[in-house]
């Protein structure tokens, strides 16, 4: 009855019964597909009920909590799993409208073993998904998920007696007093709180205030349309957004939230926006001097200051490059017992005794102002600026197909280490060495690097580039790395460049 049906189309009998699913919509740790093209309501119940299945024979205790971005959709969609769930035998404890680290938190705050909330992230309105997860703190990886896909694809979902409902009232509220704690500042600082109209407008403000931060203003009305821009504090579109309201109001910093509040962006005092790997390198600087001889694991597309960090190395810091993806991110740091976790994407993961491992762009952001609060004698454009100095882009994201970009990169990065083996050069500077552990890292013998990988989220290849030398440098290591990317005819436009 579940199993999805192989020719179902919109405007049809059949689309308002039968399940529609594309397998390309389970991806690497978050289901995510274009709604209703790539999957209906009917498809959505599929997923539920795989899910629930998935839970049974793993053995997990048959309890979900679940939540829902601010979409006008999103509440459909979760209805609709709702209802697979409760097929499967589960007790879902729906908290309502929630960010995604309300949603990780209610896990621990619930005492429950699973959750599920759906959510696009900050992929644009006409995109659905779900974040996942039965391990706290915890969410699905590609063996998770490869299993969830044959389930519900397979029509392998089975029917279970005792499942329920119940809505939970009161989730928010402990979750806004659990980011608080007994914090409050004693420094005066003036922050722009920049939501891009999406879910943690309903957060981000009224925490600012309850800490004593003022809050100036920066699209903070909820509204699914995103009349703005799109909320994704890695686009330079809203992070120049921030930077003209720091400017304008005379602000000590800015901070951004993405459409699930799941990630923070940072720019400082004089609008120079700080790409979060750096931010990162902030971060640890300061957590190292509490905490000496903590391990921080960075992604592959972050700065290669993490390695190299004077500052760090004197506190016997230890660093660990890891794959791009919350869910790996996240994985990694409890394997290493690690104190925090950074993505150049603006994920963060803090851990005991700081967080509890889950990215939470709300948690990032009350630990930055109490990292201020401790650094009362400084801007945030100093920290910036006792970095030492390097030259990125931002993470850029040439199109390619779901169907064909692993396929692509795996020629790209067969031309690249080619190109080590053969001893050429990128942008004049041999290649040191090529890491693989998530696409090519192009590593050259000064240090700089470029990097090229496949979206898991969207049909994209990610391409980062950094020089520790100038911006002469930077755009030659982007142009010969890009050269090889364009030898592959099905990759397309980039959606930014620098």
Not at 144 to 149: A, G, Q, T, V
Not at 184 to 213: D, H, Q, S, W, Y
Not at 247 to 265: E, P, T, V, Y
Request: aromatic share 10%.
């Amino acid at each position: 009855m579940y199993k999805p049906a192989v020719k179902v189309t919109q405007n049809t009998w059949e689309f308002l019964r039968d399940p529609m699913i594309s397998p390309t919509g389970f991806r690497e740790y978050d289901a995510r597909w274009k709604y209703p093209d790539e999957i209906n309501l009917p498809g959505i119940t599929a997923l539920g009920l795989g899910l629930g299945t998935q839970m049974r024979r793993r053995g997990i205790t048959p309890v979900i909590a679940v939540g829902n971005d601010y979409r006008y959709y999103s509440l459909s969609i979760k209805n609709a799993m709702v209802v697979g769930l409760i097929q499967a035998g589960i007790h879902v404890k729906d908290i309502g409208p929630a960010v995604s680290p309300m949603a990780y938190f209610s896990q621990f705050y619930l005492d429950v073993p699973a959750v599920a909330m759906v959510t696009a992230s900050h992929n644009p309105n006409g995109w659905t998904g779900v974040k996942m997860g039965f391990d706290r703190p915890l969410t699905h990886g590609p063996q998770e998920m490869s299993e969830l896909r044959d389930i519900v694809l397979n029509g392998e979902g089975e029917t279970h007696f005792g499942g329920r409902y119940e809505f939970v009232h009161g989730v928010r509220e402990a979750y806004l007093k659990d980011l608080v704690g007994d914090f409050k500042m004693t420094r005066k600082m003036k922050v722009v709180c920049a939501t891009g109209n999406g879910t943690a407008a309903a957060f981000a403000p009224e925490l600012f205030e309850r800490i004593g931060v003022e809050v100036v203003p920066s699209h903070n009305d909820l509204d699914y349309t995103f009349p703005n821009y799109n909320p994704n504090p890695e686009a330079m579109e809203m992070l120049h957004d921030m930077a003209s309201s720091v400017k304008d109001s005379g602000a000590d910093f800015a901070l951004g939230f993405d459409g699930d509040g799941d990630r923070c962006g940072v720019v400082d005092d004089e609008g120079e926006e700080i790409f979060a790997d750096k931010v990162g390198v902030i971060m640890a600087r300061d957590l190292v001097k509490i905490y000496p001889g903590s391990t921080f694991v960075a992604d592959v597309k972050s700065t290669g200051i993490f390695a190299s960090d004077p500052e760090l190395q004197r506190y016997d810091a230890k660093i660990d490059y890891w794959k791009t993806g919350h869910s790996h991110m996240k994985r990694r740091v409890k394997e290493l017992n690690a104190l925090a976790g950074f993505e150049k994407s603006g994920h963060y993961f803090l851990a005991e005794p700081i967080g509890r491992g889950y990215d939470c762009g709300m948690r990032v952001a009350v630990e930055i102002c109490k990292l201020m609060d401790r650094n009362s004698n400084s801007k945030m454009s100093d920290l910036r600026k006792a970095l030492p100095r390097t030259f990125s882009t931002p993470t850029m994201s040439p199109y390619c197909s779901d169907l064909e970009k692993y396929d692509v990169l795996e020629r790209i990065v067969k031309k690249l280490l080619s190109m080590n083996e053969a001893g050429e050069k990128i942008a004049d500077q041999s290649i040191r060495e090529v890491v693989t552990v998530n696409g090519a890292r192009v590593i050259l013998e000064n240090g700089s690097w470029g990097l090229v990988r496949a979206s898991s989220n969207t049909p994209n290849l990610v391409v980062v580039c950094e020089s520790s030398e100038s911006d002469k440098e930077l755009r030659a290591i982007f142009s010969d790395i890009n050269t090889v990317i364009q030898t592959e005819p099905s990759v397309g436009e980039y959606d930014q460049t620098f």
